[in-house]
């Protein structure tokens, strides 16, 4: 963008620290524990000392202090979809 180039801005933005993986889009994020990537039920925390699934609207909470996974699922299964696929 810098250079004037559209195609080096990319819709997504991922991010592990081999606990969580996070990915976000220009409005949502979301974060889960890396143990949950592959199982069905993937919302709750996988074991003690790891936090459930977080979801957050970053344009009407950019501090990250509402967990909005159950009022936004859709776009929840969507980021997951994208994880999944980039994992």
Partial sequence: LVHGRADAVREFAFA??????????????????????????????????????????LERDPDEMHNAIQDAPDEAERLLAVLRAWD
């Avoid at 409005?27 to 074991?47: F, G, H, N």
């Fill in 16 to 57: 592990e620290n081999g606990v969580y993986l996070a990915v976000r889009d220009a409005r949502w994020k979301l974060v889960i524990a890396s143990d949950s990537m592959d199982v069905e039920d993937w919302r709750p925390a996988p074991r003690p000392g790891v936090r459930e699934a977080q979801l957050y609207d």
